[in-house]
């Protein structure tokens, strides 16, 4: 069948299922198992009212269980488990063996490189363009462009940036603008994405350049969302601009800092595609989640790729635990 | 601040940002030396600054894409909108097929550049030690009579006796300044030819039948169990809306091989039903979520009025709340639209077999970067053909993305 076909049908039975199930699961709750009549119809309508929530989450609640918790589970099985040996147990034999693999330590050296570099400079840079922004006429036309990367793919950016980066033979003209910018004044050339160590941050900055829109968008909501009497009050009292950013609004919005500065880390965190696209790990440039895809699927050894998930599920969960908290503080 | 508070900032700033990003009104100044002129400049052009910046990465990918090899490879994109200079060798037609008789010795005619090519020889030579020893029209004397001629149009004349004109033809080395020149080869090339550095097309119409069906479906299962969340009370509920905010930052890279033995364990296999379901169970967290914080936020008259009147919580939900909901029903489908249309791991996984039929446009350039590196005419255009339909989606919705990064921003 043509997919494209395909997909269409697929929409047509998803959605005609979900409604169908709600609708239907409804009439049979309200009219089947517990009618609204008869000798006991008040106590009827109280159980009706009392199932129909599990109605409501079950499909949700069943995919999400699906989908991502049991995930967790069984892949912290695996972890334990080794696939050559017919998935005997062996314990943590694979976290061992992680331990022992150089391309594992420079993957979490790495993973701490970007964890430290990307969301700082995101988080600033985003910060410092939503406050001059708020400030001028097109302030709204530069915000745009400057959230437009969030919009394109993590390889597609990946080939905009190798682009910038790319290197010719001294012979014949640089087209990466870098290059050129070096020769112009009369340096060397660069291979910039395979001097080890430094390549990193050539990597990092195109989540960078990615991340600093949504970091934009919403610090800049927050410094709208300022009281401006605390502002007034500060120009009064004969605050410079400085002093009025540093000690009066940020202040005020580090809550939002946080959100962003989290929900920056756990992108990083699971950064792949722009590894994957632009060196694939070579050149000292591995990280976490690329490794991981390296044991699973390119080495096929389950074992060990199950426990490095385990590793990157290890380091998201403080902000786990974090969200939930809050969440549940909000709750109340 | 307590939590509420931070929120409420957040939503109250919203609404000053959208003010700002859509009407154009800008918020008049607090006075904050915004009448000191010299701070405005330094304001204005570091602004400026930042934006060119941005912009010029995807620019310079964009100017590209409409250039040939050619150009590509002798100047940098920047170039483009100048005359470029190329240096070229070319060799005159084979002597023994195309010489002709004149004056008592041979002559061989010909044209050096493509029929319609409107490039201008600025200079040549015949040795690649001098190669712009001659201007064009010159005629440059290559010993014992023999004299070759090139003219600015890249015609040229080659004389001598029977054993001058034999052999292999002429070598010349031109200079040649090709006006600016844009060309949509490029997307006819990546879109239409098949194998190597073609069947964009392709991979485009499986994008698209990825991304569409994985858009739909998450969002009427997360909408019914988002407004049980929201809305309805049961025992437990608090605890539901904590486990979607923890499921929320579970990378879904611990998700691959478990949900692949599934997938191969009853049938489903690789193909596109594994990967919209995929992309199904990986989008509830955030939809559930999204959906859940915007209809909390609903007036609780009217449902609570509509609930008086005897409206059942089906109708409530289908009449009252999803129409009232559609902003961050909007917001949500954008979202999920464009992660999925710029997906590379979950295709990988789930959607691409070893017959390649299915490959999606990640894929398709990652597989060209791999093939084709050096080809920045095949590169440039394979990535703006995948760029094309989410700035698109971008621009045109910006306001409710906007919306939903400030409702969502957790993930």
Known sequence: MNPALQGILTIVIGVGACVGYFYFANQILDKVIFPARGPNTGRNINRANMIRPWLFIFPAFFALGLYLAYPVVETLRLSFLDRDAGNAFVGFENYAQLTREAKFWEAMRNNMLWLVVVPALSTALGLLVAQLTDRISWGSIAKSLIFMPMAISFVGAGVIWKLVYEIRPDEVAQIGILNAILVGIGAEPQNWLTIPFWNNFFLMIVLIWIQTGFAMVILSAALRGIPEETVEAAIVDGANPFQIFFKIKVPQIMPTIVVVWTTITLTVLKVFDIVFTMTNGQWETQVLANYMYDKLFRAGDWGVGSAAAIVLMLLVSPILVWNVYNARKEMR | ?411
């Open chain 2, 1 to 411: 601040m307590t939590e509420e508070a931070d929120r409420g900032t957040i939503v109250a700033g919203s609404q000053g940002f959208f003010r700002g990003l859509f009407k154009g009104k800008e918020r008049v100044q607090e006075g904050i030396a915004g009448q000191k002129s010299g701070l405005m400049w330094a304001v204005h052009l570091s602004v400026a600054f930042l934006v060119i910046l941005w912009v010029l990465p995807t620019f310079g990918l964009l100017v590209s894409s409409f250039r040939t090899a050619d150009q590509i490879s002798s100047s940098g994109w920047w170039g483009a909108l100048f005359p470029s200079e190329v240096n070229e060798v070319y060799r005159a037609l084979d002597p023994d097929e195309f010489r002709e008789a004149a004056d008592g010795g041979f002559v061989v005619m010909g044209q050096l550049f493509d029929e319609g090519s409107t490039r201008e020889v600025v200079t040549w030579g015949t040795s690649s030690r001098a190669i712009a020893a001659f201007t064009p029209g010159e005629v440059a004397d290559l010993g014992d009579g023999e004299t070759i001629t090139l003219s600015a149009d890249g015609a040229y004349e080659w004389r001598g006796n029977d054993d001058q004109i034999s052999g292999r033809g002429q070598r010349m080395f031109v200079t040649a300044a090709a006006p600016p020149e844009f060309t949509f080869d490029n997307y006819r090339t990546v879109l239409f030819t098949e194998g190597s550095g073609g069947g964009m097309a392709k991979a485009f119409f499986n994008t698209l039948t990825v991304a569409i069906p994985a858009t739909i479906i998450p969002i009427l299962i997360a909408a019914f169990a988002a407004y049980a969340l929201a809305w309805m009370e049961f025992p437990g509920r608090a605890l539901l809306v904590a486990a979607v905010v923890g499921l929320l930052v579970v990378p879904l890279q611990l998700a691959l091989i478990p949900l692949l033995k599934l997938h191969l364990g009853i049938g489903i296999g690789k193909g596109y039903l594994g990967v919209w379901l995929a992309h199904t169970g990986f989008g509830l967290p955030l939809a559930i979520y999204l959906l859940r914080n915007y209809m909390v936020g609903l007036p609780k008259d009217i449902i609570e009025n509509a609930r008086v009147d005897g409206a059942t919580d089906f109708q409530i939900f289908v009449k009252i709340i999803l129409p009232l909901s559609f902003p961050a029903l909007a917001a949500f489908s954008i979202f999920q639209f464009l992660w999925t249309w710029n997906d590379l791991l979950v295709a990988l996984v789930f959607l691409i077999d070893a017959s390649g039929e299915t490959t999606v446009m990640t894929k398709q350039i990652v597989e060209l970067l791999g093939t084709r590196g050096g080809n920045w005419e095949i590169l440039a255009t394979a990535g703006f053909v995948s760029m094309i339909v989410p700035l698109a989606v971008f621009f045109m919705m910006q306001r409710y993305l906007v919306r939903g990064l400030l409702a969502g921003s957790v993930k």
